[in-house]
């Protein structure tokens, strides 16, 4: 299990801390400390079974700056966004397996792991 982290973000520090307490151990991943490839992005992408606008943080400045807004971004377009400026990416990710869910908020695990 692995979970794309931010340790400033309060909904973040919130699956991590459900994890714990669930017993598991997942991998942190700062994903501003070690930013994803886009191969890995791509493989989150599939496991999410969402497309890549799913991943992007509308609320962050470079979304802005960069027009993501624009619908005629292509998929690699955004993806290459996410691997310029990591800060887009959408958070938590918890990863387990084959599949991830975007845990927000962090409440939506419980079903999920159940």
């Not at 624009?70 to 377009?77: F, G, L, Q, S, V």
Request: proline residues 9%; negative net charge.
């Amino acid at each position: 299990m692995q979970i794309f982290h931010n340790p400033r973000c309060s909904k973040s520090r919130e699956a991590l801390a459900w994890l714990q307490a669930q017993g598991l151990t997942p991998e942190v991943i700062d994903y501003l400390q070690r930013p994803p490839s886009l191969a890995t992005l791509t493989t989150l992408l599939a496991q999410l079974q969402l497309p890549a606008r799913a991943l992007l943080r509308e609320t962050e400045s470079a979304y802005a700056e960069l027009g993501l807004a624009d619908p005629a971004k292509t998929e690699a377009e955004l993806l290459q966004a996410i691997v310029d400026h990591p800060i887009l990416l959408q958070r938590p990710i918890v990863v387990d397996g084959e599949r991830a869910l975007i845990a927000r908020p962090p409440a939506l695990l419980i079903d999920w792991l159940a």
